[in-house]
Every structure is written in structure tokens, then in C-alpha cells.
């Protein structure tokens, strides 16, 4: 399980890009490939003054079949226009090329008004309009299980109460990085987000739907807590070694459930203008939040009528607890539509996925309420997510993907480990790795214990050469050297990064414990063998919110040493 988690972290390193159901569900189909004729659609992208040039090509998923065209221009103030249709019923997805250099793949389909190039990322936005990427929402905060948890709800601009047709809703979970970005407010970070807002924006533009957006937080310590629902023994399957299953998760998923269902669903359906139907309510997430999200939607199908589930962590819990758990749930009248979406088999839980959803079919679920949206090339990362999501709002509102079968077997043709592509990339035999340890100076710091966490990249233990050599937050508790300030680890063999911490959890933290820790350090072998000690004149800072007794020391340095 958590192995598979690291190989979305490496490919992410091997891989780099360079630049609520609400209308009436539209002729679902099963088991093949709908008889449907050409239906075009227009498709914009607006770019800086610099991209002079751009071609477009389209892509199915589902059968691998490509098409390119060149994108006529037109120039406005600040910026040039392209465009050019396709047939949204033979493609679903796109990405562009300019000056040699092509974009990641996005959806296209007929729920979105356009792309926006934004910093060399591909951003949503609605034709016409000048894209401004501030979305304003109210913040609404509950109590579970003794916390504060904060919700956040979005409405478009025109947000009517009292028109005739009400608002649809869409519940999302880690509505920490689905709406907006910055971490002064509160969000997951200052770069990234899923443009949830935008998308609906943008949908509404082109299409006579509408709804409203409710994002639930899962940001703080307990994230791992609330979205992996009780379903019997937690599967540890290539666990780090001093990972133990009632430290990961208190499996607080099913209550977590509820408290959506039973707390802030009957707040939004008083407060706001919206249907409260199953019909058109749809709940979304990704990873944990899309295993929680399966979990929910199947729990309660009187509550929702669409599931977006996107790289799920199906592999939390093996195949004797999905059994149990499913077994009442493949013949139900009122099944959800469950709109799936991996990426990298290894990477980003396509294989997980593709046994899930092939086994709901072989099992009985109704096929014409199952859609498996598979792109291998996917990262387990937000961006992804946000270029996707327009294909998830198609399932919403239609119970269908255009361009995709429902209810057909998927299998992966690129199954290889990340591993044994990164060793050849690399030309690594990995018996010439040298042993060693890297060294931490507690003089000054006089933490009571010293821990070392490392993340990202690939790691190997440089004694037992084995790989994924990793531990679970706060790391692996470092050696004392006699009565000395010294302390060692065995040194990680790879270009990862480290931190060094007093060995408090962030549960722990959240609870009121005081914490120590240095900011991310970058790690290279070269460090093998190097003492780290923290410059104790830069004052460390406190972390926001709930986190604030833990604080980070930003300088330091690494010099040589020798036991």
C-alpha cells in the first residue's frame, strides 16, 4: 500500500510536463461503444502574446485513437485567442503544442468554455471573460469528533435564491486544495488547486446547468483519520517498517461519513437554494478522498446520485474486507453513477482501480451506472485532478461520458515497476552503493529525541541496498553516540528530501504537544557521511491554526564529520 503511494512520488520525478447529478441522465449505454454520429464542439485557448502559434491534438483514452489539427489565431489586448472543434463523442481529452513544446492532456468535452495558459499551467476559464483565479466562498465551521472542522461553500456570482429552477450540489472532500490556493487562507498551498470554481464557472457558460460547490477540510493531522471508513483490518501490505495500522488511521471514515450526511447536508439544504434530491446531489474526491468518497456514496445512495472517484487507495483495505462491504451493495435500485479516474498503474493507484472497477462489473453492478476514465501517463498530483474534473461534471450531469463505454472491462498495457525504469534511466546497479550515515548536531536543539524523515524521489537503505527506504512521519528515531549531542541514521542513498524533528506526530501537535523540526532539506548522496546543525540566531517559526505549537528552524548547515 504505502509502496505504491512512493511510486507516485518517483514518477513524479521520471515524469515531468512541460508546460450533485442534475439534469435528467442522457442515453446511458453498457457493455459498448455508443451509436452515436459526429457531434463538434468548439474548443478556445487563451495564451500570452508570446505563444504565436498552436496546434491541437485530440485523444480517446478509451481506444488510443489521435487527431491533430492546426488552431486559427485571433489577437486581443493582452493576449492571442486559438480555436478549433473536434467531436466530442470520439475524444476526450486534448493538449497543445506551441513553439515544439506541448501541454499536459486536459479534458474536452462540452462542459467546459476553455483553457487558459497561466504560468505555463493550463487553467480554466470562460470564454470572453478575463480569467481572475480569487474565488470568494463563506466558511462555515462544525464540530466532529471534538473538533473544529471547517467547511467551505461557493456560489456562482448569480446566485439566485429565488429562482424558479434550484442549484445542484457537489460535495467535495480536501477542500483544502479544490478551491483556491494560499496557505495565508488556510488552503494546502501557495501554487496549485483543483480551480473547482472556475470549472463550474466555466460549465455553466456553455451548458444550462448549475450548481453550488461545498468543499469539506481535511487539511490537519487527522486527514488520515476521517477518510478511511471502518471496514475491518487495515490491509499493510509494504508498510514502512515502523508503520503500525492503529498509528495510520483510527478509521474514523464511516463516522466521517455521516457527519457529511447527518450534519452539513441538512445545513446546506436549509440555507441555500438547492434540489436535495439524490439525483442532484454528487460527492468527488481523490486518494483518500476518493476512497471515501466510494465508501459514502455507496453507503448512502439516498443521498447522492453521483460518485466521482479519482485515484482511490483501494489497497487500504484487501480484498476479504471489500467483499464483506460490497455484498449488499451490487444489486441496488437506486445505485450511484461512479465515475472512476486513475492514472499510472503503479503511481497513481491504477492498478487498485482497475481490480475494483472490473470486479463491480463481473459482480453484478449495474453497467450502464459504471465509467472508468484511465490515463496512464497521470501523476498522483493536483494537477491531474483539475484537468480532469470537466469530464467528472459530464457524469454529474448526464450519468455519462460522451466519448468513453460504460460498463466495459479496462486493463492497463503499461504496467511496468517505476523502479526498474528508474534504475535504467539511472545505469544503477544497486550493489555499488556505498554505505553510510548522516549526522545531526543536538548541542544546542537539546531535543529529549532526535528523528530523520525523508520524501520524495527514491530512496535506498545504503547498508541493505534495499529500496523504498522510508518511515512514516516523524521518521526513524536516531541513534545516540554515547553521552554525546551527536546523533545517526543510516543514510538514505538517493536525491530525496530531509528534515530533522523532535519526534512529536502532527496528531500529537494538533492536540497541543510542542514540536521541533528544520524546514525541507534538500538531500543528495553527497551528504552521506555529513553532521547537520541548526542555526539557533534565525528564531524558528510557529505553523498556522491548529499546528501552531510546532515550529520550524529555516537556516542551517551541514559540515564534516568522523566518529
Not at 146 to 170: L, N
Request: one cysteine or more.
Amino acid at each position: 500500500m504505502i509502496k505504491k503511494i512512493l511510486s507516485g512520488i518517483l514518477c513524479a520525478v521520471l515524469c515531468v510536463s512541460i508546460l450533485t447529478a442534475c439534469s435528467d441522465p442522457a442515453n446511458s449505454t453498457a457493455d459498448s461503444k455508443k451509436a452515436v454520429g459526429e457531434l463538434l464542439r468548439p474548443l478556445t485557448v487563451r495564451a500570452p502574446k508570446k505563444y504565436s502559434e498552436m496546434t491541437a491534438t485530440f485523444l480517446n483514452t478509451g481506444t488510443g485513437e489521435t487527431w491533430q489539427t492546426t488552431m486559427t489565431i485571433s489577437e486581443e489586448d493582452d493576449c492571442n485567442i486559438f480555436r478549433c472543434e473536434a467531436d466530442v463523442n470520439k475524444y476526450n481529452m486534448v493538449h497543445f503544442t506551441s513553439d515544439g513544446k506541448d501541454s499536459m492532456d486536459v479534458a474536452f468535452n462540452s462542459f467546459i468554455s476553455g483553457w487558459n495558459v497561466e504560468n505555463d499551467m493550463l487553467l480554466p476559464y470562460t470564454v470572453g471573460e478575463k480569467p481572475v483565479y480569487d474565488p470568494q466562498f463563506e466558511t462555515k465551521t462544525f464540530q466532529f469528533d471534538g473538533r473544529e472542522k471547517k467547511v467551505y461553500i461557493w456560489t456562482p456570482e448569480d446566485y439566485d435564491e429565488k429562482a424558479q429552477e434550484k442549484y445542484s450540489v457537489i460535495y467535495l472532500f480536501d477542500g483544502q486544495s479544490v478551491l483556491a490556493t494560499g496557505r495565508d487562507k488556510g488552503m494546502d498551498n501557495d501554487m496549485v488547486c483543483w480551480n473547482v470554481s472556475e470549472h463550474l464557472t466555466s460549465m455553466m457558460d456553455v451548458t444550462e446547468n448549475k450548481a453550488i460547490l461545498v468543499a469539506v477540510d481535511n487539511s490537519d493531522a487527522f486527514r488520515m483519520d476521517e477518510l478511511v471508513p471502518d471496514l475491518g483490518e487495515i490491509n499493510m501490505e509494504d508498510a514502512p517498517e515502523n508503520a503500525k495500522a492503529e498509528d495510520l488511521t483510527e478509521k474514523r471514515g464511516s463516522a466521517f461519513a455521516d457527519f457529511l450526511c447527518d450534519t452539513v447536508m441538512p445545513y446546506i439544504n436549509e440555507h441555500y437554494h438547492v434540489h436535495t434530491d439524490a439525483k442532484h446531489t454528487a460527492l468527488a474526491g481523490s486518494s483518500l478522498g476518493g476512497l471515501e468518497t466510494f465508501y459514502t456514496v455507496l453507503s448512502h445512495p439516498d443521498k447522492f446520485g453521483t460518485g466521482g472517484v479519482m485515484s482511490a487507495t483501494f489497497d487500504m483495505y484487501a480484498e476479504k474486507e471489500w467483499t464483506a462491504f460490497l455484498k449488499d451493495k451490487l444489486k441496488m435500485k437506486n445505485a450511484p453513477f461512479l465515475y472512476f479516474y486513475a492514472g499510472s498503474y503503479h503511481a497513481d493507484n491504477g492498478n487498485v482501480t482497475e481490480t475494483m472497477y472490473n470486479d463491480l462489473i463481473k459482480k453484478g453492478y449495474a453497467k450502464e451506472k459504471l465509467v472508468f476514465s484511465k490515463y496512464e501517463p497521470g501523476e498522483h498530483l493536483i494537477e491531474y485532478w483539475r484537468s480532469i474534473y470537466p469530464e467528472f461534471l459530464e457524469a454529474v450531469f448526464t450519468q455519462n461520458v460522451s466519448a468513453l463505454s460504460c460498463g466495459v472491462p479496462v486493463q492497463y498495457e503499461d504496467t511496468t515497476d517505476p523502479l526498474e525504469k528508474y534504475l535504467e534511466e539511472l545505469d544503477l546497479d544497486p550493489n555499488d552503493i556505498e554505505p553510510g550515515y548522516v549526522y545531526y548536531d543536538n548541542s544546542e536543539t537539546k531535543w529529549d529525541k532526535v528523528y530523520a524523515y525523508w520524501w520524495g524521489g527514491l530512496a535506498f537503505n545504503s547498508f541493505t541496498r534495499d529500496p523504498y527506504y522510508y518511515a512514516e512521519w516523524p521518521g526513524f528515531e536516531m541513534e545516540r553516540l554515547g553521552s554525546s549531542d551527536i546523533y545517526r541514521v543510516i543514510a538514505p542513498w538517493g536525491n530525496t528530501g530531509i528534515i530533522f524533528d523532535s519526534g512529536v506526530t502532527d496528531k500529537e501537535v494538533a492536540q497541543g504537544k510542542t514540536a521541533f523540526q528544520t524546514t525541507d532539506i534538500p538531500y543528495n548522496n553527497d551528504l552521506i557521511g555529513k553532521l547537520y546543525k541548526i542555526d539557533m540566531s534565525v528564531d524558528p517559526t510557529p505553523d498556522p491554526g491548529n499546528m501552531k505549537t510546532k515550529s520550524r528552524y529555516s537556516a542551517g548547515a551541514w559540515s564534516d564529520y568522523s566518529e
